[in-house]
């Protein structure tokens, strides 16, 4: 056993694991924390998606030892205590999911995406490497989510609550 | 998953004792490998030393004009950098066309560098894998090796080799940095990964306790004008079939440089030397392209399940080169 201090939406937990213990399992299973979805349990689906200090990444590959003390957000923590976060709205009124397995990936790779998109970063659709700021077409927002997999295929849904929400925040 | 010990090593030196002292203790990195053939049952390490805490994480220009990259830069950044994105945008092109964006957020280059292959018998432990378990023969040779190699093969496996970065490194003539406790040295891209022969669990020119340190590129005029192609069977986050990093310089109408390397064809990261040397000093042409091409690929061995990359393979070198010459880099 070892212990290990997460620090999970904005609260901390001293939890003693296994170090074997993925951060998807501590997260679900030891923090009850079930917002976050183990599809394939092989980096193969991006239903764990969680950010990790802003950034996505897939919690079933992630031993959660290796991620004591850094700032991990889920689902929950995306939603907050009220009337949840505006990406989901997007989602709800684009028909971005249907059996919604898929969909708290889905948002928290959107967020952790935008970020990316926003500091800059190419895509392998990006067609001009050095130009400052590729503009978010729906190629791109397709790729840039091409690490989340929805088996009820309401991807035409997904990109358009994206491109709505991100054309939303361009505009604040 | 088997129970390990974990540690997390502050610096390479305890890194360096924590394998030197211990035979089955294993590196972690971004662990998208790792974690997964451990669950998988196919890794099994008593200890697992976390190395990214190490001071691996920069990119740096060297004196003179190479590019120094830590082991431990995760894959998205290295994608992004503004020196790899200007002056080798074949390795930023080649980062982004694997796995996603979260694998590559989590992915460090040496674990790139050494990730395994994803022959499925490999992963599946009721088969038999000459490269999982010496001697107990080859699942894919009889069975179903769509994905894998042409080049490279032998009678005991025919597993391709799976990164996209490495098919890039091979192209720029890339050296990776190793350090043990018994010292530094360099290895060139062209002799760290070994094609299997009668050893397939041999993968690299590295012995187990030692660590990847950094990945050297050196001054190019030729890698600025350079591109990744991916061929795979879908758009996205799929392992290739075939890829092409190419590098070419062009004067007058005559090839004066060229780099190139093939991925998802090949049991090691492919440095094309036969087509480079068909290019080298040829007019700049489809025809010459085409022939080079041909060469590259004459020694391929194809089976019922995978000779189709053959022909994909000559025609993905063709185009990438064209598009070079035509529309140059994509920076
Ligand atoms: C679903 C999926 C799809 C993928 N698709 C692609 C793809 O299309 N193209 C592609 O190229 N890759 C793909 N990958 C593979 C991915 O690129 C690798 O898993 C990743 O690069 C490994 O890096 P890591 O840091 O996570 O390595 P780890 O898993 O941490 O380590 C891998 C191995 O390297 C060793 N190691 C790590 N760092 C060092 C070091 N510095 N020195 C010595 N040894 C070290 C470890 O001991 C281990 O044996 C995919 C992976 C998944 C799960
Ligand atoms: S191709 Fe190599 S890895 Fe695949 S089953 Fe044969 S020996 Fe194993
Ligand atoms: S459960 Fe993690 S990627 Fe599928
Ligand atoms: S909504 Fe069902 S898997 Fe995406």
Redesign the pocket.
């Given at each position: 056993m070892v212990e290990v201090r997460l620090r999970v939406n904005g609260a901390d937990a001293s939890l003693d694991l296994p170090p074997q213990v993925s951060l998807l399992d501590a997260l679900r299973e030891r923090l009850g924390l079930t917002g976050t979805k183990k599809g394939c349990d092989?980096?193969?689906c991006g239903a764990c998606t969680v950010l990790a200090d802003g950034e996505r990444i897939n919690s079933c590959?992630a031993l959660a030892v290796q991620y004591a003390g850094r700032e991990i957000t889920t689902i929950e923590g995306i939603a907050g205590d009220g009337p949840g976060h505006p990406l989901q709205a997007a989602f709800v009124r684009n028909d971005g999911l249907q059996c919604g397995y898929c969909t708290s990936g889905q948002i928290c790779s959107a967020i952790g995406m935008l970020a990316e998109h926003g500091a800059g970063m190419p895509s392998a659709v990006t067609e001009h490497l050095c130009a400052d700021g590729a503009e978010l077409t729906d190629d791109e927002i397709r790729e840039r989510m091409s690490g989340n997999l929805c088996r009820c295929g309401a991807y035409n849904g997904i990109v358009d609550a994206i491109r709505e929400f991100a054309a939303a925040e361009a505009e604040r | 998953m088997r129970p390990f010990s974990y540690v997390s090593a502050p610096d390479v030196a305890t890194a360096l004792r924590a394998v030197a002292d211990d035979p089955g203790a294993?590196?972690?990195?971004?662990?998208?490998?790792?974690?997964?053939?451990m669950r998988a049952g196919i890794?099994q390490p008593d200890t697992v030393v976390d190395?990214t805490s190490l001071p691996?994480a920069e990119i740096g220009e060297r004196p003179d004009g190479g590019v120094r990259i830590g082991?431990?830069v995760r894959?998205s950044r290295l994608a992004a950098h503004p020196l790899i994105r200007a002056r080798y945008p074949v390795l930023s092109q080649a980062v982004l066309?694997?796995?996603?964006a979260q694998?590559?957020n989590?992915?460090?280059?040496?674990?790139?560098?050494?990730?395994?292959t994803r022959c499925p018998y490999f992963y599946d432990r009721t088969a038999a894998c000459n490269k999982r378990e010496p001697g107990s023969g080859c699942g894919a040779i009889g069975g179903f090796n769509r994905g894998h190699a042409v080049l490279g093969v032998s009678g005991a496996c025919i597993a391709a080799h799976?990164?996209?970065?490495?098919v890039a490194l091979a192209a720029l003539d890339a050296v990776v940095e190793?350090e043990s406790v018994r010292g530094v040295r360099r290895v060139p891209m062209a002799s760290f990964h070994r094609p299997p022969g009668e050893t397939p669990h041999v993968e690299t020119d590295?012995s187990p306790d030692?660590?990847?340190?950094a990945v050297e590129l050196p001054p190019s005029p030729t890698a600025a004008n350079s591109r990744y192609r991916k061929v795979r069977d879908r758009a996205s986050?799929?392992?290739?079939l075939v890829s092409v990093a190419a590098a070419l310089e062009v004067r007058d109408g005559t090839v004066t440089g060229v780099g190139l390397a093939l991925g998802g064809v090949a049991t090691t990261p492919w440095r094309a030397r036969r087509a480079e040397h068909a290019l080298l000093g040829a007019p700049a042409t489809e025809e010459s392209f085409r022939r080079a091409a041909e060469a590259e690929l004459a020694p391929a061995t194809g089976l019922p399940g995978n000779a189709f990359k053959i022909e994909m393979a000559r025609r993905a070198v063709t185009a990438t080169l064209r598009r070079l010459l035509t529309e140059g880099s994509p920076a």
């Amino acid at each position: 056993m070892v212990e290990v201090r997460l620090r999970v939406n904005g609260a901390d937990a001293s939890l003693d694991l296994p170090p074997q213990v993925s951060l998807l399992d501590a997260l679900r299973e030891r923090l009850g924390l079930t917002g976050t979805k183990k599809g394939c349990d092989q980096g193969a689906c991006g239903a764990c998606t969680v950010l990790a200090d802003g950034e996505r990444i897939n919690s079933c590959l992630a031993l959660a030892v290796q991620y004591a003390g850094r700032e991990i957000t889920t689902i929950e923590g995306i939603a907050g205590d009220g009337p949840g976060h505006p990406l989901q709205a997007a989602f709800v009124r684009n028909d971005g999911l249907q059996c919604g397995y898929c969909t708290s990936g889905q948002i928290c790779s959107a967020i952790g995406m935008l970020a990316e998109h926003g500091a800059g970063m190419p895509s392998a659709v990006t067609e001009h490497l050095c130009a400052d700021g590729a503009e978010l077409t729906d190629d791109e927002i397709r790729e840039r989510m091409s690490g989340n997999l929805c088996r009820c295929g309401a991807y035409n849904g997904i990109v358009d609550a994206i491109r709505e929400f991100a054309a939303a925040e361009a505009e604040r | 998953m088997r129970p390990f010990s974990y540690v997390s090593a502050p610096d390479v030196a305890t890194a360096l004792r924590a394998v030197a002292d211990d035979p089955g203790a294993k590196f972690l990195g971004g662990g998208t490998n790792l974690v997964d053939l451990m669950r998988a049952g196919i890794e099994q390490p008593d200890t697992v030393v976390d190395i990214t805490s190490l001071p691996l994480a920069e990119i740096g220009e060297r004196p003179d004009g190479g590019v120094r990259i830590g082991a431990l830069v995760r894959n998205s950044r290295l994608a992004a950098h503004p020196l790899i994105r200007a002056r080798y945008p074949v390795l930023s092109q080649a980062v982004l066309a694997g796995a996603s964006a979260q694998l590559r957020n989590m992915a460090t280059v040496g674990g790139n560098l050494l990730q395994r292959t994803r022959c499925p018998y490999f992963y599946d432990r009721t088969a038999a894998c000459n490269k999982r378990e010496p001697g107990s023969g080859c699942g894919a040779i009889g069975g179903f090796n769509r994905g894998h190699a042409v080049l490279g093969v032998s009678g005991a496996c025919i597993a391709a080799h799976p990164s996209d970065m490495c098919v890039a490194l091979a192209a720029l003539d890339a050296v990776v940095e190793v350090e043990s406790v018994r010292g530094v040295r360099r290895v060139p891209m062209a002799s760290f990964h070994r094609p299997p022969g009668e050893t397939p669990h041999v993968e690299t020119d590295l012995s187990p306790d030692e660590l990847v340190t950094a990945v050297e590129l050196p001054p190019s005029p030729t890698a600025a004008n350079s591109r990744y192609r991916k061929v795979r069977d879908r758009a996205s986050y799929a392992f290739a079939l075939v890829s092409v990093a190419a590098a070419l310089e062009v004067r007058d109408g005559t090839v004066t440089g060229v780099g190139l390397a093939l991925g998802g064809v090949a049991t090691t990261p492919w440095r094309a030397r036969r087509a480079e040397h068909a290019l080298l000093g040829a007019p700049a042409t489809e025809e010459s392209f085409r022939r080079a091409a041909e060469a590259e690929l004459a020694p391929a061995t194809g089976l019922p399940g995978n000779a189709f990359k053959i022909e994909m393979a000559r025609r993905a070198v063709t185009a990438t080169l064209r598009r070079l010459l035509t529309e140059g880099s994509p920076a």
